[in-house]
């Protein structure tokens, strides 16, 4: 049987508090040829018993359960193994998307030029009761041929890895090196989509960010902590800007570039990190603060 066009994965540990209305925001979307795939970390609240229950009404909604959580990581990157469409796209069990989400980024992807990797709406931030609380704009629409230019732009401008949760094509985020195991590895994510191809924003804020209490960078109280909650059995990590600029050097060796556009990006980086080096020292200082004073409570 052909897949549909479209997978989405939706990786999810003790997800229950917001899972119904996320599993309802992919399921009614006006685009329905789609498959659900959702991977379940060994959760040990009603998860299960909410999933098995979609699953059992809708011939869309595949169920996987793992007995062991192995972290959101190695999550996220079972969800897109599993898939077999030429699209894929990733969702979260707190966040919402709009009824036309799908069939806007799908629409603008298919129409695209195959080197158009991801394509992705903008956004706004809601709380726990679905409240608005403000618009978001990520600012990562990079076009053209050349891949250090379009990774100059990411580096300098990604912040809050919206993007992550648009429409892929699965040809060209399978070249990257998927989702990390580490703080903020939806960067890097994002840089190495940059290196294998163009990211084109859509003007329609159709992705519903979710802020509440549960969420990773809230919920941890320090940076090793954070780091496990990617990774159970995550090596130590001691400073988060290190890290990543190791991983994007990483991710321009792992990419498949020419020895011309490769030096290039390796130049990009080096301009793009000086440029936000002090910015970034300054999120992570007030990072390490506001743990220090939840910690103090």
């Known amino acids: 049987m052909t897949p549909p066009p479209l997978t989405v994965g939706l990786p999810v540990y003790n997800g229950a508090a917001f899972l119904q209305p996320a599993l309802e925001s992919v399921l009614g979307q006006t685009f329905g040829d789609l498959r659900l795939v959702i991977s379940d970390n060994g959760s040990t609240d009603e998860t299960q018993d909410i999933c098995r229950a979609y699953a059992e009404r809708d011939d869309r909604v595949t169920y996987v359960r793992h007995e062991v959580n192995r972290g959101a990581a190695w999550n996220y990157n079972t969800v897109f193994e599993l898939a077999t469409s030429p699209y894929f796209k990733w969702a979260a069990a707190d966040d919402l998307v709009a009824p036309t989400f799908v069939e806007r980024c799908l629409e603008a992807i298919v129409a695209a030029p195959p080197t158009v990797a991801l394509c992705y709406p903008r956004a706004v931030v809601i709380d726990a009761e679905g409240t608005l609380i403000r618009e978001q704009d990520d600012e990562l629409d990079v076009r053209g041929t050349?891949?250090?230019?379009?990774?100059?732009?990411?580096?300098?401008?990604?912040?809050?890895?919206?993007?992550?949760?648009?429409?892929?094509?699965?040809?060209?985020?399978?070249?990257?090196?998927?989702?990390?195991?580490?703080?903020?590895?939806?960067?890097?994510?994002?840089?190495?989509?940059?290196l294998a191809g163009e990211i084109w924003e859509l003007p329609d804020r159709l992705f519903l960010r979710r802020e509440h209490a549960g969420t990773s960078r809230v919920a941890t109280a320090d940076l090793q902590e954070l780091a496990e909650w990617f990774d159970p059995a995550a090596p130590p990590i001691k400073s988060e800007h290190r890290k990543l600029l190791v991983e994007f050097l990483a991710g321009i060796r792992h990419a498949d570039l020419t020895p011309t556009d490769r030096a290039l990006s390796y130049a990009a980086l080096a301009a793009a990190w000086t440029r936000r080096h002090s910015w970034l020292s300054r999120r992570a200082r007030e990072a390490l603060g506001r743990r220090r004073a939840r910690r103090s409570r």
């Not at 990604?158 to 060209?172: D, I, K, M």
């Not at 985020?173 to 998927?178: P, V």
Request: positive net charge.
């Open 146 to 194: 050349r891949p250090y230019r379009r990774l100059y732009r990411v580096l300098l401008n990604v912040v809050y890895g919206n993007p992550t949760f648009g429409v892929a094509r699965r040809e060209l985020l399978a070249r990257t090196r998927l989702h990390g195991n580490y703080p903020s590895a939806d960067w890097v994510l994002l840089a190495e989509l940059a």
